[in-house]
């Protein structure tokens, strides 16, 4: 790894400053993420702001809703009573990814600004347009079974790897972040971006920002809601394809939905036309499987991805039936 | 005298293990590090260490280090306690597990700088002199390994799934104990090891 100067902040306001003066320094969180990159050499700072220390780790009850600072913990959350009783489908999320030893020290802003798994991108020998722009994408000839079915571009295949952003995407979670010039509110939904032509930009973060904390709005989800991982083994491991699935039920007519799929594009992939397409429909096998279909429209498959096609609508379907509480 | 030929088998072992990881480090070390055109600045940069507070099994120690040692090399370089394994060194199997502050984290992608002021608990802490903490002797009793190298790193894991609450029953103890990989497929005597620990009822 190489060598890099180390500073620790303890407020926000100290964290910022310290960017806006060497804004080729990188904060650390837990540092699951950033420090795996730089021993393999993808990523380089001369400086890492530890940020691990800033006060903003309390979940907190707000009006309509939860404000989870950024500095929480994976496991702290996913372990939180308000959180389990609200918004199960973010505790599910949250216990499917990484291991126990990876969210205790895994934060909610760093969750969300991991950076994919594509093997390219970590190999530093092999073209990556993500890791340096311009050198082509390895993966959209190469070895792509983990690779996205939507949204891609001629310069980036790849996925975003988080569970926990699926559920949140799912459960219309806003970012708040903060800068220079403020605090300022993106929508979960726009936080992420799709590759297009630039696809070394993962989100719409400034990179003088900080993110302080993500919300979420009250939720009817709190009875309906499953969150299905399907991966190479049981546990441990980084989504084929995963679905957030939530119902608000009346008997068994569907009041609202909604629905989110992870593994299967550069950002958490909401669906809204399926959610909305399922509002007042009976619960059945047969709703689940049109909406499945009606969320594959447009998947577009590689070389060693095609398998998704068919995993990704029956997941769908899988959580459907889960959250509904109809079982197989 | 036994405990003496025990001390040479140990040795021994490190020995063996010493060379091995010499060998596979020549094997692993990624060409690329070499042909890296900034590779010798790198070696040559002056590495500035800063000062570093933690609590380790009880002892505080005021330490030196660069910013970049993780706590894992940390602990077996520096302190010596190579009790703490060295596996993958990418979060991907736990031998490197410990508490830090009663928390179980991988020490290979924790930065020792950002430990300062915790308390580090790693499997040289845990026993009470000669008696052997509860888990150690579970995993005795069970054969809760084979060749022992994810070991360490399994007891430290299991105390904390413990300790959280996640071992009521051999599913969520498979699924909170799924951070530690072992090779040798020791899982079925690892799981009950944890269940006669959590049913005996003893504080760990
Ligand atoms: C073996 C392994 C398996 C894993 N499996 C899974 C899995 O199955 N599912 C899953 O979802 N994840 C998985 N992960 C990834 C893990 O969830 C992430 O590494 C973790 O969430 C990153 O959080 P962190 O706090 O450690 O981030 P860090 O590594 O500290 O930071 C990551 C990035 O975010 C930036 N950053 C952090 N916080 C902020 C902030 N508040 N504001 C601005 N920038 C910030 C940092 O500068 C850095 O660029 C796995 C990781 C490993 C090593
Ligand atoms: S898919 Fe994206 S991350 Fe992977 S090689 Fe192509 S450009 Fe790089
Ligand atoms: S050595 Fe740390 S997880 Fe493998
Ligand atoms: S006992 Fe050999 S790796 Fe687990």
Not at chain 1, 75 to 84: M, T
Not at chain 1, 159 to 188: N, Y
Not at chain 2, 41 to 62: D, S
Request: glycine share 8%; proline share 4%; net charge positive.
């Amino acid at each position: 790894m190489k060598a890099f100067q180390y500073v620790r902040a303890n407020t926000a306001k100290s964290a910022l400053e310290a960017l806006a003066k060497d804004p080729s320094a990188q904060f650390i969180a837990g540092g699951t993420n950033l420090v795996d990159l730089m021993k393999r050499g993808v990523t380089a700072p001369d400086k890492l702001i530890d940020i691990s220390r800033l006060p903003l780790n309390k979940i907190e009850k707000v009006a309509n809703g939860v404000r989870i600072g950024a500095m929480s913990l994976n496991s702290q959350v996913a372990d939180d009573k308000l959180i389990l009783e609200k918004w199960p489908l973010l505790a599910q999320a949250l216990n499917a990814g990484a291991s126990a030893q990876l969210r205790n020290k895994a934060t909610v802003g760093g969750n969300m600004l991991q950076r994919t798994r594509c093997g390219y991108f970590y190999d530093t020998e092999m073209p990556c347009n993500k890791r340096q722009p311009g050198t082509g994408c390895g993966a959209k000839e190469g070895y792509n079974r983990m690779h996205a079915i939507f949204g891609t571009s001629e310069h980036c295949i790849a996925v975003h790897p988080s569970d926990m952003c699926v559920a949140l995407v799912a459960l219309d979670a806003a970012v708040v972040v903060q800068g220079p010039k403020g605090e300022r509110t993106i929508p979960f939904t726009e936080f992420h971006r799709l590759p297009g032509d630039r696809p070394e930009k993962d989100n719409t973060l400034g990179k003088d920002e900080l993110i302080v904390a993500v919300t979420l709005p009250d939720s009817p989800y709190t009875q309906h809601a499953h969150y299905l991982k399907v991966r190479d083994r049981a546990s441990y491991a980084f989504a084929l394809v995963s679905v957030a699935a939530a119902l608000e039920l009346e008997g068994k007519t569907i009041k609202s939905a909604r629905l989110a799929m992870g593994g299967v594009a550069h950002k958490p992939w909401r669906l809204q036309e399926v959610e909305k397409a399922l509002v007042g429909k009976t619960v059945s096998e047969a709703t689940f499987q049109q909406a499945a279909q009606q969320a594959m429209a447009g998947a577009r498959a590689f070389e060693y991805n095609a398998f998704k096609l068919k995993l990704a609508p029956n997941t769908i379907v899988e959580a459907l039936k889960m959250a509904a509480g109809l079982t197989a | 005298m036994k405990t003496s030929k025990k001390t040479i088998e140990n040795e021994a072992r490190r020995d063996f293990l010493k060379q091995s990881s010499v060998l596979s480090a020549l094997v692993l070390s990624p060409e690329k590090a070499i042909k890296d055109p900034n590779w010798d600045e790198k070696i040559a940069a002056p590495f500035e260490k800063v000062p570093l507070k933690l609590e380790i099994n009880g002892v505080k120690h005021t330490l030196n280090v660069e910013p970049r040692t993780t706590l894992l090399d940390l602990l077996r370089e520096q302190l010596h306690l190579t009790g703490t394994k060295k596996g993958c060194d990418y979060g991907q199997c736990g031998a490197c597990t410990v508490h830090s502050d009663g928390q179980r984290i991988n020490s290979c992608l924790t930065l020792a700088v950002t430990e300062e002021g915790k308390k580090i608990t790693t499997i040289e802490g845990l026993a009470k002199g000669d008696t052997l903490h509860p888990m150690q002797e579970a995993f005795v009793k069970h054969d809760g390994f084979q060749c022992g190298y994810c070991t360490p790193g399994q007891i430290m894991s299991a105390v904390a799934c413990i300790r959280e609450g996640h071992a009521n029953s051999e599913d969520e103890i498979r699924e909170y104990m799924s951070g530690n990989i072992c090779r040798c497929g020791a899982y079925p005597n690892i799981v009950d090891a944890i269940m006669d620990v959590k049913k005996g009822g003893q504080t760990v």
